[in-house]
């Protein structure tokens, strides 16, 4: 492969060993932007001269032989909703398109204490609510495998820009698949982490300062190996919790991909999966078995799995909820109270509203504890589960009204929300999951598959992820994309 595919870890590795300055690599990146980006539309914020600036200070840094992190003198992109001081953070929503952020998020600030710096931002979809991306700031952004089709939802700018070679890293976010969608339809690699173990602050929008519940932000990237490199640097407490705990994730263990116990969930009644890709599922799991690794294709964990779903959509809703107005909220248990039960006035009935929301979330909160100890259940006895990410490969852009989306599924439409089923079943669960390429379809467009792990246990499925690479084989350029 060439310099734009390198890995991140191979390209800091050229700049530490001066093969390549950083302002050479960071205006080798800046010209395929300059090139390519105009049919995909996929680094929408742009921040060049000061990309160029960072890289001679990098350069710099290093003739006087100091080292200023892991990723010295690296360029990279971040998706659009991470606040960079000084850019743009709209979330794809035009009332926010003059909102410019003030300082840096989180992850942003420990990706620049490794030694990176940011060429720009990418697109997203508006509230980062859809499964493509595309919105009335920035335009569409297409797939570089195929430009009718889209790159996915929300980090859909992320991976399309790793996948044509545009950046050495990358990062976004997932609730409902936003990391692992992008990463299947592009070819390249996506961790969801744990929730809580990477601080969100600062992926937000003004006024919003706590964490999402099951919300997380990740690294997306083109090696395993990378990922890795990434959750080292941004995992940890955030800067409000730092005095009082740390985070120390295991590491992985096992050698081989023969030391693995392995469950394989190739395909749902509940979200029908196309048979190309419950056959590449399946193709997998035969030959891990081969390989000498304990592999079983009816383990599942022991929770009614409708009665799970139905939980995630539930805590789903209650999540995008928080982005109604204000006063659909002010009313306080207290308020409840004060009022005759006879009141029948506006006022009356939202307080006797937000008391019973209230009650209804406690009680799904607390049927998700059943659900995460079912996992952790299922994983003292497998270490992976390996399963689709959504339904199909990447498929045509539609912007028609969401109501009236479908997805042909195995020649029959499906309905298009019905594909977030593989996402939530693992997200409600707090649980991580590595999105792996497994190589291409039929029609040429990458399949990537999940591996899914323990609460806390992100190491050991990005170490899988590399392992399955050395086997089968990781990432691969999408043609046209060559120097």
Not at 57 to 80: C, R
Not at 265 to 290: F, K, N
Request: aromatic share 10%; with cysteine.
């Amino acid at each position: 492969m060439t310099l734009a595919f390198d890995s991140a870890t191979q390209l800091a590795r050229g700049i530490r060993d001066k093969a390549i300055s950083s302002r050479e690599l960071t205006d080798y990146f800046i010209a395929r932007i300059e090139k390519f980006d105009a049919d995909l539309n996929a680094v929408v914020v742009r921040d060049f001269d000061t990309a160029r600036a960072a890289a001679d200070a990098a350069d710099a840094a290093l003739a006087n032989g100091e080292s200023l992190g892991p990723l010295h003198g690296l360029p990279m992109t971040i998706k659009e909703s991470y606040n960079i001081a000084g850019l743009p953070t709209t979330w794809g929503i035009p009332e926010f398109k003059d909102n410019i952020a003030t300082e840096d998020s989180d992850t942003v600030a420990r990706y620049k204490a490794a030694g990176a710096h940011f060429l720009g931002k990418t697109n997203v979809p508006l509230k980062l609510a859809d499964f493509q991306s595309y919105n009335e700031i920035y335009g569409t952004t297409n797939n570089p495998w195929d430009l009718e089709r889209i790159p996915g939802g929300s980090s859909g700018g992320s991976a399309a820009a790793l996948a044509a070679g545009m950046t050495g890293l990358e990062s976004g976010s997932d609730i409902g698949g936003s990391i692992r969608n992008p990463a299947h339809f592009c070819g390249v690699y996506g961790h969801k982490p744990t929730w809580g173990v990477v601080p969100p602050q600062g992926h937000a929008l003004p006024g919003a300062l706590a964490p999402s519940d099951i919300a997380v932000v990740g690294p997306l990237a083109r090696s395993a190996s990378d990922l890795a490199l990434c959750m080292d640097l941004v995992a940890g407490a955030d800067h409000l919790n730092t005095a009082g705990w740390q985070l120390n994730l295991p590491r992985p263990t096992k050698q081989s991909l023969a030391d693995y116990r392995i469950a394989i969930w190739a395909d749902d009644e509940r979200a029908p999966v196309s048979q190309e890709i419950a056959d590449r599922v399946q193709t997998v799991g035969d030959r891990l078995a081969a390989l000498g690794a304990t592999v079983s294709d009816t383990a599942r964990p022991a929770f009614d799995i409708d009665k799970g779903f139905t939980n995630y959509i539930f805590m789903l809703n209650a999540v995008m909820a928080a982005g109604l107005p204000d006063e659909a909220f002010e009313a306080t248990q207290q308020e409840v109270a004060a009022l005759d039960p006879h009141d029948e006035s506006d006022e009356a009935q939202m307080a006797r509203a937000a008391v019973q929301h209230h009650r209804t979330w406690l009680r799904g909160n607390h049927f998700r504890e059943h659900l995460r100890m079912a996992w952790r259940a299922f994983f003292d006895d497998w270490d992976i589960l390996i399963c689709p990410q959504t339904a199909t490969t990447a498929f045509a852009h539609d912007h028609s009204p969401f109501e009236t989306r479908t997805l042909t599924v195995n020649n029959e439409a499906q309905d298009y929300f019905k594909q977030i089923f593989w996402a939530g079943i693992i997200t409600i669960g707090y649980l991580p999951s590595t999105v792996f390429p497994t190589g291409p379809s039929r029609d040429g467009l990458p399949i990537g598959l999940q591996a899914v792990g323990a609460e806390f246990n992100d190491y050991q499925c990005i170490d899988f992820a590399r392992l399955m690479a050395d086997e089968f084989g990781g990432f691969q350029p999408p043609p046209g994309y060559e120097d």
